[in-house]
């Protein structure tokens, strides 16, 4: 595909995220978007297999987002939220409470997923402080864990496997381990909560569907027996959602399969169906009254600029009002089985060592992710918009994407995981 003239003059002045900038091919040029297609520079009109990471679960350009946008753009684009209210912000609030489980009533908002993560973990770590038991600052992650690239985030993620391995040293120790999926590691995690409950303020967790760790799945016992122990020895949960929540594994929230309510929930991704920049913390009841009193010091000391921007409030708005009034859930559920049955040819090719589905998530894991830039090329000339990394790949597309453009994706998927399979080494 040759490069726009755009492209040329402005590559020279980017800074690309998880690109070696000096090995990298140019990145594909993007001119437009349409339900669940990407317009490219040279008019190709791709499927988009990611929905721009997780997000855009309602494909793009929605119009009853569009239209939610554009009116509040008349009114009030954005203002500050210190000392301010404004109504878009406060009905959101109020409607994500209604929708999580649980008590989680009380809600912070952000602007991303990593900062939605600092801001659940300086809440845990406040949450103790202010009921005076100091020390409790260490978390507990499990391998293959990601939960965002900002310091503190970076510092519950894998520390072995992980992307951020190469800043062991300059990040914060935590605690990481495998997650309890039999009776030695659930035993394990017993002990290093008991023997360290002094020092932990919360387990983190992304359930059901670990995502950049490698796309891996745990059942919903799992969920549940990490907030069993947590409750033992009186630890806060945390649940990452930020690439589960709204649908993607076939319940509006990950933790609802496994009938749990964590202590803080972070939101993001398809929160605003993949249009504006957001992101929500949410804390149940008692992590919130922990930071009532008349000393000042035990308020939350947080505030992003454009935290509860209008126009990604009105988003929000849009998109919750989508999941409600068309079949969203079911969509996702149907996904998940035309995958499993679509995907199944290549559990049987060299290299590949699972296949895997669930909601709208489909992964093919592989031995060794070999030739990565024929790999992307050679999907974008089936038709398709796919990014493996690690030894994944997979998809994660809108939850609109009609069946037949979803066989297109799957029979892509096959076709070119069998001609990789195929060139061996």
Not at 161 to 177: D, E, I, K, Y
């Amino acid at each position: 595909m040759p490069a726009p003239q755009w492209q040329l003059d402005g590559y020279r002045h980017i800074w690309m995220p998880y690109t070696q900038m000096q090995t990298a091919p140019l990145p594909v040029p993007v001119v437009g978007t349409d339900g669940v297609r990407l317009i490219l520079a040279d008019g190709r009109r791709v499927i988009d297999g990611l929905a721009s990471w997780w997000s855009a679960c309602h494909g793009y350009r929605h119009p009853h987002i569009e239209a939610a946008v554009a009116r509040q753009l008349q009114t009030m684009p954005h203002v500050m939220f210190g000392g301010i209210n404004h109504e878009p912000a406060l009905r959101l609030a109020q409607r994500l409470a209604a929708l999580l489980p649980g008590d989680l009533n009380r809600v912070f908002f952000s602007e991303s997923g990593s900062v939605s993560v600092e801001v659940a973990m300086k809440m845990a770590a406040q949450y103790w402080l202010n009921r005076g038991e100091c020390g409790r600052t260490k978390f507990v992650s499990f391998l293959h864990a990601y939960h965002g690239d900002t310091i503190t985030a970076m510092s519950v993620c894998d520390p072995v496997n992980g992307m951020h391995a190469h800043f062991r040293g300059f990040l914060p120790v935590q605690f990481n381990t495998h997650l309890p999926l039999d009776e030695e590691s659930t035993a394990a995690l017993d002990r290093l909560l008991g023997e360290h409950r002094h020092e932990i303020a919360a387990v983190m967790l992304e359930p059901i569907v670990q995502g950049a760790g490698g796309m891996r799945f745990h059942p919903p016992e799992t969920v549940a027996t990490i907030r069993r122990l947590c409750h033992r020895h009186e630890v806060l949960m945390i649940a990452d959602e930020i690439a589960t929540g709204f649908g993607r594994t076939g319940t509006m929230f990950a933790c609802e399969q496994a009938d749990v309510v964590p202590d803080i929930m972070t939101v993001s991704k398809a929160l605003t169906g993949g249009t504006m920049p957001m992101a929500a913390t949410v804390a149940t009841d008692r992590v919130f009254e922990a930071f009532l009193s008349d000393d000042p010091a035990h308020a939350l000391m947080h505030g992003p600029t454009f935290m509860a921007n209008p126009l990604a409030c009105a988003a929000a708005h849009a998109s919750l009002d989508l999941f409600e009034h068309e079949p969203r859930l079911e969509q996702a559920r149907a996904i998940e089985a035309a995958i499993a049955e679509q995907l199944a040819p290549c559990r049987s090719l060299p290299g590949v060592v699972d296949v895997r589905s669930k909601g709208a998530v489909g992964v093919i894991q592989v031995d060794k992710l070999r030739h990565l830039n024929w790999l992307r090329e050679r999907f974008l000339e089936e038709g398709v918009w796919i990014r493996p990394f690690g030894d994944a790949i997979y998809v994660t597309p809108s939850l609109v994407i009609s069946p037949e453009d979803l066989r297109t994706l799957c029979a892509a998927m096959v076709t070119v995981v069998t001609q990789w399979s195929e060139r061996g080494e």
